[in-house]
């Protein structure tokens, strides 16, 4: 069974970092495109930074551009997202992905993990 594990969110002061971390128990790890989604109280998931298998293209949401990076680790079966200068609306439940294929910033996504909370206060 494929389990996708979150960590590293949690409460912090706007203009603060935090380093998400997605573990995956997937046995061809390098051939998923990693995703990093969002999802606000109220508000419907959105896709935020994604990675290719090879670490060649990343994407990103135009709003978080400049201050988050997603890099993967293909030796660990880990993916992170670096996150700085945050902003209250970045609070949400944030989401990691696992998709066959190439790297999409759609919801379509093979395999999905729990979520780990991200607050951000003013």
């Known amino acids: 069974q494929v389990q996708l594990v979150e960590s590293g969110g949690g409460l912090v002061q706007a203009g603060g970092s935090l380093r998400l971390s997605c573990a995956a128990s997937?046995?061809?790890?390098?051939?998923?495109?990693m995703g990093w989604f969002r999802q606000a109280p109220g508000k419907e998931r959105e896709f935020v930074a994604a990675?290719?298998?090879?670490?060649?293209?990343?994407y990103y949401k135009d709003s978080v551009k400049g201050r988050c990076t997603i890099s993967r680790d293909n030796a660990k079966n880990t993916v992170y997202l670096q996150m700085n200068s945050l902003k209250p609306e970045d609070t949400a439940v944030y989401y990691c992905?696992?998709?066959?294929?190439?790297?999409?910033?759609?919801?379509?996504?093979?395999?999905w993990g729990q979520g780990t909370q991200v607050t951000v206060s003013s």
């Open positions: 990675i290719s298998g090879n670490s060649a293209s990343t």
């Open positions: 997937l046995l061809t790890f390098s051939r998923y495109s």
């Open positions: 992905a696992a998709r066959w294929g190439v790297a999409v910033t759609t919801l379509t996504y093979n395999y």
